[in-house]
């Protein structure tokens, strides 16, 4: 008989890091870290997850109500994990341990129900004996009963086996009636249609680059070590193909995998590969299914049946046994970072998960942050290079337009004489471009449009953002300014704020190219499930020739007949007023250049600008991540950004704006009497978003050494929500 104590994460909006509640275990219950169960919790009972036996506890105890799960749904090393993220993010330990669970489950065990599997299901159907003796025609059939008795006697089982062979399913059921056959039902799993491979990538890279070889002998004999990689590749330089040869080899060891991409409807061709590869091995996890569906994966990981698992973020907590090799792919992507509790990021949460589990890391990237590039300078993470494309493919030749050039000369269409030429000759040849424009309404800079100045915010060297009320604000200092007449460097009088859509771009192809079939891809276009796929099939079957988009169209398009890929205005992002938009241009510029020139006929790039000399347009257009990352770490040294430096982003909100401001200023003041150089304490500002939802907005950005040892002394209250390492200060 079983008896003691068990401390356990609940599930009741707890507050706090190390918010975990002792109960007692009662007599028979066999309890194991990791078991979901339900307990009381003031007058309600709710569910929650045993994370340690045997807690060291004085007084009465409440005792644990009933096992919602006969089994442990969570193992060790994921509880170890779940305790390093309530510590590094500042959250309670039960929302790291809910994010390991899949919502149908936390959700049925929330209202009390018993779990259970979320499945679809089919009917299948088999012959009985007496439904063989029918086949001799001593029963009277009709032609349809006849049709299906005799597919089901070949072999089928389904309604689609049934309807190929002539039978279907409605007769099967009359057979059944009539004790001829039989009535299941099974188990269906099926793999969306955008995940299928096509004919042109069946069979890739057959033959490792010396690059790729390199590589690969040096992760393969790390398996088993907690050695964490960084696999800087250039576009089309095989990277994936190194990740599906380590899985080969790490499953023969038996360890599990898990493939972490940004977003796994922009990344089909990657997750098609792996299935294509492994096949039932897989397991895909992500917001795109059900709750049923997701569930279903999980249980096939914890089933043992899975161990190979594929997903965004979160399919980093796939309960496998024994992981060994943990990929990240596009790990300079911003939506790895979370953004509800709990605000963890996937990469440095793998690489936990690495260290715990004794896992090899490999993050994978053309263009990683500057603050990945620079741990392997320091020796966290190890430098594997992939130089080359593969097949000896040429990176794009690119030009750059300076549309200051283009005003002169009387141009004000969205399109560069350049472009319009080069579009022009590729719709000509039969060739498919790409136009790639990265619309955010929003986010307009003060820019003069003869010379490029930008007005600057003086304390934070990063743009003022332009209100619709006409004023300028420092979205990181608080401080205002005015738009200036004339630019202050030229004197110019055509000083404006930047913003053009791709709806506006789409229009004016259409009356460059009007017989090209035009496709645009954003947002908007792609709201529809399995829209996204069937726009890229369009460009693969040739179908379509042009294709404007935003950022979408920077990953996941590995398309042979693209040969030219034209950047409308490469300045919107690098305008923005954040201490990362020199970074997300240079790789937004170099993903979206690295679409061209991927099949025989070869590619080029143009590059349009008000900035051409800006270091992170002039780095992308060279493909040069040395220069660009040189020239950003200088400049996060002298201004205190990370890797120099670490940030918490609080943010708090109120309906009334001088209740919001009273507040952040009062938090604002206690910190700053208290930093003792642990950090810096910024603001208090608007957010950049200053009123959503009708509520208003501020924020406090603290920056330093030892920001989260300030918050140790004088915590936020639960007004604030606490970001750390955020990847933009513009939430």
């Known amino acids: 008989m079983t008896a003691g104590t068990a401390e356990v994460a609940v599930f009741a909006g707890v507050r706090g890091p190390a918010r975990t509640f002792t109960y007692s275990v009662p007599e028979g219950l066999a309890l194991e870290p990791g078991h979901l169960v339900r307990v009381g919790f003031g007058p309600r009972s ?5 994370v340690r036996l045997d807690a060291p506890y004085r ?4 005792a644990i109500d009933a096992l919602v799960h006969p089994l442990p749904l969570l193992r060790g090393h994921q509880l170890a994990l779940a305790a390093w993220i309530a510590t590094e993010y500042r959250c309670g330990i039960a929302d790291a341990v809910r994010a390991m669970l899949p919502p149908a489950l936390a959700g049925r065990a929330r209202a009390g129900l018993p779990t259970a599997r979320g499945d679809r299901r089919e009917p299948v159907f088999a012959l009985t004996p007496a439904g063989r003796d029918a086949l001799s025609g001593s029963v009277r059939l009709g032609a349809r009963q006849l049709a299906t008795l005799r597919a089901l006697a070949a072999g089928a089982v389904s309604s689609a086996d049934l309807a190929e062979a002539g039978g279907a399913s409605v007769a099967a059921r009359a057979l059944a009636r009539r004790g001829l056959a039989l009535e299941g039902a099974r188990s269906v799993r099926r793999i969306p ?9 069946a069979v890739r890279d057959a033959t490792a680059t010396a690059g790729q070889a390199d590589a690969l002998e040096t992760i393969i004999a790390s398996l088993g070590t907690s050695a964490p990689f960084l696999l800087h590749g250039v576009t089309a330089s095989g990277k994936t193909e ?6 080969t080899r790490a499953l023969a060891m038996g360890y599990g995998v898990i493939v972490l991409v940004p977003e796994i409807a922009l990344t089909a061709q990657v997750v098609a590969r792996f299935v294509a590869r492994f096949g039932e091995r897989v397991a895909l996890l992500h917001s795109a299914l059900s709750a049923g569906e997701r569930y279903d994966e999980w249980r096939r990981v914890l089933d043992g049946t899975a161990d190979v698992v594929i997903g965004s973020r979160s399919a980093l907590f796939a309960p496998l046994e024994r992981p060994g090799l943990v990929i990240v792919d596009e790990e300079q992507e911003p939506s790895f970072k979370q953004e509800s509790a709990p605000r963890y990021h996937a990469v440095d949460t793998a690489l936990a998960l690495g260290r715990i589990a004794g896992a090899v890391v490999i993050l994978g990237s053309a263009t990683p942050r500057v603050t990945t590039y620079h741990a392997t300078t320091i020796g966290a993470l190890r430098l594997l290079r992939l130089p080359e494309r593969v097949s000896d493919l040429a990176m794009p030749p690119t030009t750059i337009v300076d549309l200051r050039l283009e005003l002169k000369a009387g141009n004000r269409g969205t399109l560069s004489r350049a472009l319009r030429l080069a579009l022009e000759r590729t719709v000509a040849k039969g060739e498919q471009a790409i136009l790639y424009l990265n619309r955010r309404g929003f986010a307009t800079v003060v820019l003069c449009r003869d010379c490029g100045y930008v007005v600057n915010c003086p304390a934070c060297d990063i743009p003022f953002a332009y209100h619709a009320d006409g004023t300028l604000l420092c979205h990181r200092c608080g401080r205002h300014g005015v738009p200036p007449e004339r630019c202050p460097k030229c004197g110019s009088v055509r000083i404006r704020h930047l913003g053009v859509g791709t709806q506006r771009v789409e229009e004016e192809v259409r009356a460059v190219v009007p017989k090209a079939a035009l496709l645009r891809l954003d947002r908007d276009a792609v709201r529809a499930k399995g829209s996204h796929a069937a726009l890229f099939e369009r460009m693969r079957s040739r179908r379509a020739q042009v294709i404007v988009g935003t950022q979408m169209v920077a990953k996941g398009f590995d398309l042979p007949g693209v040969s030219l890929v034209g950047v409308v205005n490469a300045d919107t992002v690098l305008s923005l007023p954040d201490f990362s938009s020199a ?27 008000y900035l051409p000399d800006h270091y992170a347009v002039r780095a992308a257009a060279a493909h040069d991540y040395a220069a660009f990352a040189v020239a950003e770490l200088e400049g996060r040294r002298r201004f205190g950004y990370p890797p120099f430096a670490k940030l918490v982003l609080l943010q708090t909100q109120a309906k009334r704006p001088e209740t919001v401001e009273r507040r952040a200023d009062s938090y604002a003041t206690a910190l700053r009497a208290d930093a003792a150089g642990d950090a810096e304490v910024l603001g208090p500002a608007p957010a950049f978003a200053a009123k959503r939802a009708g509520s208003f ?13 300030l918050l140790d002394r004088i915590p936020p209250s639960a007004e604030w929500t606490v970001d750390v390492d955020p990847v933009t200060l513009l939430g």
């Open 697 to 709: 907005r501020m924020q406090l950005v603290l920056r330093g050494a030892r920001p989260q040892a």
């Open 46 to 50: 709710v569910a929650g997850v045993v």
């Open 193 to 201: 249609r955008e995940f299928a491979l096509g004919e042109d990538d």
């Open 59 to 62: 007084g009465t105890l409440r």
């Open 583 to 609: 970074e997300r241009t240079f790789q937004l510029l170099t993903q979206v250049l690295g679409r061209s020139g991927r099949g025989p006929a070869g590619g080029r790039g143009i590059v349009q600008t």
């Open 242 to 247: 190194v990740y599906l040869r380590a899985a």
